[in-house]
């Protein structure tokens, strides 16, 4: 067990190892409260970019779908007259800079690169949030609306519209780092624009406004190669299966598996796994199923037998206008 699953572990409950660690989490929630300040009396100084900024953040530590979010925001954007462009911190990878459909995921990130491919949208990695801001605009003076994958806690950017992903088991004990998954407090939700439920559960949350929900749909695979080849999952019923995921959360993409009637054995590996073909040698002889996530690094393996899954977000609102339709809104009123 790596020292990141055994975290995962205590942090779903509250365990003798939780209450060492809880003086750490109150330390951690007294530094983040003064950076807060700091950023609040502009001590700290922020930055406002030339065009609105929607941010696609969570409050818990590891994946919570933000990339299936930005993706549909984008598009969304775009049919309602939009140009957006995507900046990320480009975990993962090496490089910053623009990233492009055929980037490199080793360089530039497995997700910007993602990004990058489904929405063609300009796509900038930088630790730096403002300054891959200010990067992609002065690249592309058209944009004029900027959605940042993750940086709710990137308090340098200026921000027009906060996007919150949680889900039930994300929030584990409900602690804040180390002691439990918290990157912030949960009332950190009371002062966001929208919360997205990607759970299935309903949230263990009292107080807030109804969250969106979202669903991620897809049941058509496409080879990994580049002959465009696509295949029903009634294909690999009679096939000896291996599903390998290297992304936050496994399960999710297990159980979308098994819904769609396949049995398999699986792989799994640490989130932006930096995959090498070593890592398939026991499996070569299967039928490999893995997210479009993970196959934008093992495109270059020539693995003859792989396929991966594209899913789509669906956001379903409860008593509130479409998401997209409140976030332009939104937008509207700021400019």
């Known amino acids: 067990m790596t020292m990141q699953d055994w975290f995962q572990q205590q942090w779903q409950t509250k365990t ?14 007294a530094i983040t409260a003064i950076r807060r300040f700091l950023y609040r009396i502009h001590i700290l100084r922020s930055y406002r970019l030339a065009v609105p900024v929607i941010v696609v953040g969570n409050i818990t530590v590891g994946g919570t779908g933000k990339t299936p979010l930005v993706i549909y925001l984008a598009e969304q954007l775009k049919q309602a007259g939009y140009t957006p462009g995507i900046i990320s911190r480009g975990y993962g990878g090496s490089q910053t800079g623009q990233v492009f459909a055929d980037s490199k995921a080793e360089h530039m990130g497995d997700e910007p690169v993602l990004m990058a491919k489904r929405t063609s ?40 519209v906060e996007i919150v992903l949680v889900n039930t088991p994300a929030l ?3 602690c804040l780092l180390p002691a439990g998954p918290l990157r ?15 759970g299935e559960q309903a949230l263990p949350i ?19 190669t580049d002959d465009g080849q696509t295949q029903a999952a009634t294909f690999f019923k009679d096939k ?15 159980r979308a598996l098994s819904a769609l009637g396949l049995t398999f ?13 070593q890592d398939f040698v026991d499996v070569l002889t299967y039928s490999i199923l893995m997210t479009e996530k993970d196959a934008v690094k093992c495109q270059a393996l020539s693995l003859t037998d792989a396929w991966y899954l594209p899913v789509s977000a669906e956001i379903v609102a409860t008593d509130a206008p479409p998401l997209s339709a409140a976030v332009i809104a939104t937008l509207t009123h700021t400019q």
């Open 172 to 174: 584990g004990n409900q």
């Open 184 to 198: 912030e407090s949960i009332t950190r939700l009371a002062s966001v624009h929208y919360i997205v439920n990607s």
């Open 121 to 160: 949208c300009p796509v900038w990695v930088n630790p730096d949030r403002v300054a891959a801001g200010q990067a992609l605009l002065l690249a592309h003076p058209t944009c004029d609306v900027i959605i940042s994958d993750d940086g709710l806690q990137h308090l340098r950017l200026q921000r027009d």
């Open 16 to 29: 003798l190892a939780h209450l060492l660690l809880v003086p750490m989490s109150w330390l951690f929630q």
């Open 240 to 254: 000896r299966i291996c599903a390998v995921a290297a992304i936050g959360h496994p399960e999710r993409f297990f």
């Open 265 to 277: 054995e699986r792989k799994v590996f640490p989130d932006h796994h930096a995959f090498k073909l």
């Open 206 to 224: 009292s107080g807030l406004p109804p969250p969106y929900l979202m669903r991620l749909h897809g049941d058509v695979f496409q080879s990994l």
